[in-house]
């Protein structure tokens, strides 16, 4: 008996033995698994599948999940603009079932799987997204195709597709007599506060659903513990209490043994509560939410007597997905209180994106009253456009307008401005027109129906738009323009139209500043910034931060108009015991350490660089550096421009566990940090290198936790 036979027969005994396959059950003949370098005896057409299976998630792709093994089939190679197909060679059909994993584009013969008998297509699938807001998660996908054993076929692999979700993801091709998934079922009656769930983060993502009074209530994807609970999640069950609900996950790998699934538990605490906020790379004076994700800060606005955050969130997990309105409060700006999820999505896959809040003091819309005027927010949603939702009891609960969608359009991110000359209202917005990336702007009398006015070229995601007087001259106004990278224009606005004076400039210099927006409203009239921190946080069971607010001003530096950041004044309420020193002379390799209470800090330094090359601080092992030839700020691989003042350099930076947000020059310069020093040492060191100068002071301040006041 050839080796070969020899070693399947015992592979197939062990097997038996082990309860894989019952006796009398055939084992499973896989077709593919794309483990290999290239495709094999697979033909291969076109460039979309590169020169061989992927290695999971290609350039310029969201992050792929749910294949099997170390490659699969993706045609993202070269973008959705390129297209092929992979035809597999000719196979024996012999058990019931064709199981397969798939992702990626929807569309119906053009990014598809198709089997062929007899030359003709007997069976097809496609994956799961048309629109944006999708997931690239491969799930399983199965063809009955009993009636077809014995004959021969081929798989077909399709990408003929080139818009968004132009391609297709597959793996792990398998002929079964076994389904390849399962579904698991709960039943509870919901009497405590939250319902806790076990996340282990390294398996694959699946697909949860909550229904209450036999409706789907909630639906998510979760990587749901399988052997090993990382950190907990938790979904608010108040909405459901006294109900029966049912928690279940319908597609479940035949032969995983999802333990968590019988973790989940209700409660009134969350579970690990006492550690809550004491992680340990827990930002202590920036916002974070309490589990999961969050991105851009969406619909800051001031409003009976509070400042309202909501934020782009994932509840059940520390990556992006499930995208859902988060949403905090704060009477001060610095100290937040979480309150929960404001908006939840309609359906799975029709995500709550990014956008804006108001508050529609001429009720103009209808919704309140002169007593009460309502609380609107402006939102993408995600399978429908640019949407609309009220609330008449300060942001707890909203309403959708009706007649959403109000605007229709390639692209995203509303954001809601009153004109007051013209009494109308305008919605900045993100378009995608004619291959090329813009603010489109809209105008509405009553928040409901919109018209489009204009555009303005080359900007990319979460418009800004907001005017500002010019500093040290009366009377003198400008309109600023920005998107998600914070790069920025300034000119004059007529309601419709943006005419644009100072051409773009950049505004931040850092490494963790992403699709920042300001707050409506605010009663003093400033303008007050808050940005998506972009910051991992490893092993933490929360990700990601909001940068600390700044307040913005538009002055003349060096002769233009530019736009400038500081700590809002805010800051002062978290300051301890402080220290300061003055007329410290530095010379090269004799720095000077700084007794700097704590661990958190707000410092502010005035150096006078003298005949040094270089003058800084070293901040808990991070270097904070000033080339005062080229008059460039260094930090983290991170470079910004100095502009020149009065011959001194003057800095401020607020030093968290996992940043350091630097403001140069009295704000002329930004460069908020993303870096971990938690595990840094409490060191503060000024110094000078290839010369003398002279620190004309420094005060640093230990920073209180707004969790608690023990950093």
Known sequence: MPVATLVALSLLTGAMNRGLYPVGERPDLLIADFESEDYGPWQVEGTAFGPGPARGTLPGQMPVSGYRGKRLVNSFYGGDRSTGRLVSPSFVIQRRFIHFLIGGGGYRGKTCINLIVDGRVVRTATGPNTRPGGSERLNWHTWDVSEFEGKEARIEILDRATGGWGHINVDHIVQSDRPAVRALRREIKATRRYLNLPVQRDVPRRRMRVLADGRVAREFDIRLAEDTVDYWVFMDLRPFRGQQVIIEMPAVDADIDLKGFGLIHQADRLVDEDTLYRERYRPQFRFTTRRGWNNDPNGLVYHRGVYHLFYQHNPYGTRWGNMHWGYAVSKDLVHWRELGIALYPRRYGDWCFSGSAVVDHQNTSGWGSADNPPLVVAYTSTGRGECIAYSLDGGRTFREY??????????????????????????????????????????????????FSSRIEGFYECPELFELPVEGSSGERRWIAYGADGAYVIGHFD????????????????????????????????????????????????????????????????????????????????????????????????????????????????????????????????????????????CHGNVAPLPETDGAIQMELLVDRGSIEIFAQDGAVYMPVGVLVADGPPVLEAYATGGRARLERLTVWRVKSIWSDQP
Request: with cysteine; charged share 25%; glycine share 8%.
């Open 495 to 634: 309601g419709e139209r943006f005419r644009v004076e100072v051409p773009k400039q950049r505004y931040n210099f850092g490494n963790c500043f992403y699709a920042s927006q300001t707050f409506s409203n605010v009663p003093d009239g400033r303008r007050v910034q808050i940005a998506w921190g972009r910051m991992n946080f490893p092993g933490m069971p929360f990700n990601q931060m909001m940068t600390f607010p700044v307040e913005l001003t538009l002055r003349r530096v060096e002769g233009q108009l530019r736009l400038c950041a500081r700590p809002v004044r805010e800051i002062e309420r978290l300051h301890a015991e402080s220290t300061t020193v003055q007329a410290v002379k530095l010379r090269p390799g004799a720095g000077y350490r700084v007794r700097a209470p704590g661990r958190l800090w707000h410092i502010t330094a005035r150096f006078h660089p003298g005949d040094a090359t270089e003058v800084g601080l070293m901040v808990r092992g991070v270097s904070v550096t000033v080339d005062v030839r080229k008059r460039q700020l260094h």
């Open 402 to 451: 009706e007649g959403n969608p109000v605007v229709r359009h390639r692209g995203r991110d509303p954001r809601l401005v009153w004109y007051a000359p013209g009494r109308h209202w305008v919605m900045a917005v993100y378009d995608e027109f004619q291959g090329k990336r813009w603010i489109a702007f809209y105008r509405s009398r009553d928040l409901k129906h919109w018209r």
